[in-house]
């Protein structure tokens, strides 16, 4: 099974966190380690932190962060027009973007590990109830599967529309996290706290949309492994974010509905 990391990497360039699996696994491990066992025992006895200037901070990185690599990706699928949205294959090394597309995709990719940082914060703030299984497997699938894409497909290429429909929510959801963050007397009336969650359920019908398009072309170069990976995960994820749409949000009311009757 192991045989298949001696194949070289789809993309030769190596960069920081892109060319050796051991720091990813490393960075996923020690997150794992800290929010589910040792940053809970070092909380244990102290008081949460006030982390409103931090947060204040790292949400409005997270927007930046987010637009501009969303807004540079839709000029340059859209406008630049590499690419034909029904088949994202990968660029060749020796075309003139591959630079650009390279660059692009690594700071999606980085971004990943920064988004780590949510779970952190929860930690130190002591709001446990805050840490889902469905917070947990997102924030951990992202880093692992944007590692395994890299070294065996490349930068670019299908996953460009995963990337830039996730930046999208990206952008609107720490928006929310901004506003919530730093007036709290108004977060229950940010009546868009649960259209996130659609939406986010939105960019995943899209992808399976998308990918099974990609699949129908005749031609299309785009690896049908990867193609057929894209679908089944964003069927997965699909049902996870439903899942808890329905606790979150649908059986609740059922519940009040019930018992006012």
């Given at each position: ?17 892109s ?5 990813m696994f ?17 909380m ?5 932190f ?17 637009g ?22 990968i ?54 599967t ?14 460009i ?14 928006s ?31 992808i ?54």
């Amino acid at each position: 099974m192991f045989e298949i990391f001696e194949r070289p990497p789809a993309d030769p360039t190596r960069l920081f966190l892109s060319s050796s699996p051991w720091p990813m696994f490393i960075i996923v491990f020690t997150y794992l380690l800290f929010v589910l066992k040792l940053g809970r025992q070092w909380m244990a006895f102290r008081e949460p932190f006030d982390l409103r200037a931090v947060l204040k901070v790292y949400n409005l990185i997270q927007i930046v962060y987010n637009g501009v690599t969303f807004t540079a990706g839709i000029y340059y699928l859209l406008v630049v027009s590499p690419h034909q949205l029904s088949c994202l294959a990968i660029m060749p090394e020796e075309h003139p973007l591959k630079n650009i597309e390279r660059l692009m995709s690594y700071a999606y990719y980085i971004n990943k590990y920064i988004d780590l940082l949510d779970t952190i914060f929860i930690v130190l703030r002591k709001s446990y109830k805050q840490i889902s299984s469905l917070h947990l497997i997102h924030h951990l699938y992202m880093p692992i599967t944007g590692y395994f894409v890299i070294r065996f497909n490349g930068y670019g290429g299908h996953p460009i529309i995963t990337g830039l429909l996730n930046l999208f929510v990206h952008v609107v959801m720490y928006s929310y996290y901004y506003i919530s963050s730093q007036i709290p007397a108004i977060k229950r009336r940010l009546w868009w706290k649960q259209y996130i969650t659609m939406l986010q359920m939105l960019q995943f019908v899209i992808i399976f949309v998308h990918s099974i398009w990609t699949l129908m072309q005749p031609g299309c170069e785009v690896s049908r492994v990867l193609a057929y990976t894209v679908l089944g995960s964003s069927a997965t994820m699909f049902t996870m974010f439903t899942n808890f749409y329905m606790h979150a949000y649908i059986l609740p009311k059922r519940h009040q509905h019930a018992k006012l009757k």
